[in-house]
């Protein structure tokens, strides 16, 4: 699995670009892209390798997270993907962007399909699998690669949106900090200590780091191995 970075619009989001070597399959992970220079920046990476677009993915429906997504139908044709709890969420955004200011490209296109928990995507010989960790917003979703031990992990945990490195995502716009740290507690920490994290805003982190050092998940310590 290739990885590779953008940090888009005025909230930092991080929009991931992954793909397979072998097919030059690729998925577009939280497209936030807000301002041309974004789009010409992930065009001209998908351009130069030679991708094929296959998925646009979103781990979760909040403005920031979605911005992209009329670039991406208008250049590749493609519609996003995510989970059915979040199409109110969706649904919402423009007016919500609006409350923070924020004007948001529009019309936003409607969804290709929606994933639900134990789903499978392929990139080529790569396999994706869907875990639902509701919390951030009823349907964030993380996109977990298991033979590599990746994790996409939205704004759940911070470093991400369910997951952001010492952090949690925020549970006030529509979501639920029990069900988050539920999500946290049997979703993520469960997965092998080496599991790299990325999440929807700031630096990558991992599994152990998370259960070493975010106040937040300390107390499910006595439970990890």
């Known amino acids: 699995m290739n990885i590779k970075a953008f940090q888009v619009n005025e909230l930092g989001v991080n929009c991931y670009l992954i793909w397979d070597d072998k097919s030059r399959e690729a998925a577009l992970i939280d ?3 807000q301002a041309e220079y974004e789009w010409d920046a992930i065009d001209i990476e998908m351009k130069g390798r030679n991708l094929m677009l296959k998925y646009a993915l979103l781990t979760h429906c ?26 109110r969420v969706y649904d919402a955004m423009p007016q ?3 409350q923070f200011g924020i004007s948001m490209p529009l019309p936003m296109p409607a969804p290709h399909r929606y994933v639900k928990d134990g789903d499978e995507l392929t990139l080529g010989e790569e396999t994706i699998k869907i875990i ?4 951030h917003t009823p349907g964030s979703v993380c996109y977990y690669c298991e033979e ?7 704004d759940t945990l911070f470093n991400g949106d369910t997951l952001f490195r010492g952090s949690l995502g925020r549970t006030d716009l529509g979501g639920d900090m029990d069900e988050e740290l539920n999500s946290i507690k049997k979703r993520i920490l469960t997965l092998p200590g080496e599991t790299l994290i ?3 805003h700031g630096p990558s982190t991992t599994a152990a780091w998370e259960m070493q050092n975010n106040p937040y998940v300390r107390p499910f310590r006595k439970n990890y191995t």
């Open 31 to 33: 497209c936030g892209a």
């Open 62 to 87: 909040h403005f920031d997270h979605i911005m992209g997504l009329p670039f991406i139908h208008r250049t590749y044709g493609l519609c996003p993907i995510f989970h059915e709890l979040d199409q």
């Open 96 to 98: 919500m962007a609006a």
């Open 132 to 135: 639902h960790t509701p919390g």
């Open 148 to 154: 590599e031990k990746i994790l996409f992990s939205g």
């Open 198 to 200: 990325y999440p929807g």
